[in-house]
């Protein structure tokens, strides 16, 4: 059985839901928790916006296409999903990260994106 590490938020405090619909998360349950077997560290709750989906397709990661085959109906501009958290310091890096929500960010996402980083992008 695999074993979710604790779910705090970047804050400190405790994860709160990102998104159930579309159901995100690397557990499907909504938050971005996290574990060892999550290589990809979906950890970073984020607000899509056309811009950032038009970036994640042009660098190989399609997520506004739908994929019944797996249950993804694909995500749409104001849509939530927790994003991993290479991709939104890569989107960071070339001016186009989305909104963040900091309090249903995982504190794992801090390995990888400097909590500064996370503070330009954070929404309300």
Same mark, same amino acid.
């Given at each position: 059985?695999?074993?979710?590490?604790?779910?705090?938020?970047?804050?400190?405090?405790?994860?709160?839901?990102? %998104?159930?619909?579309?159901?995100?998360?690397? @557990?499907?349950?909504? /938050?971005?928790?996290?574990?060892?077997? &999550? /290589?990809? %560290?979906?950890?970073?709750?984020?607000?899509?916006?056309?811009?950032?989906?038009?970036?994640?397709?042009?660098?190989?990661?399609?997520?506004?296409?739908?994929?019944?085959? @797996?249950? @993804?109906?694909?995500?749409?501009?104001?849509?939530?999903?927790?994003?991993?958290?290479?991709?939104?310091?890569?989107? /960071? &890096?070339?001016?186009?990260?989305?909104?963040?929500?900091? &309090?249903?960010? /995982?504190?794992?996402?801090?390995?990888?994106?400097?909590?500064?980083?996370?503070?330009?992008?954070?929404?309300?």
């Amino acid at each position: 059985m695999v074993e979710k590490d604790d779910s705090r938020n970047v804050l400190g405090g405790d994860l709160v839901l990102c %998104s159930s619909d579309p159901l995100t998360g690397f @557990f499907r349950d909504g /938050h971005c928790n996290t574990c060892a077997q &999550d /290589h990809g %560290s979906h950890t970073v709750c984020a607000l899509m916006t056309a811009e950032f989906l038009a970036f994640s397709k042009y660098v190989g990661n399609d997520l506004s296409t739908p994929r019944p085959e @797996f249950g @993804f109906k694909g995500l749409a501009p104001g849509d939530r999903w927790c994003l991993c958290a290479s991709r939104f310091l890569q989107a /960071h &890096d070339e001016g186009c990260a989305p909104k963040v929500r900091l &309090d249903a960010t /995982h504190q794992r996402a801090l390995e990888i994106v400097p909590l500064a980083v996370l503070q330009e992008h954070a929404s309300g």
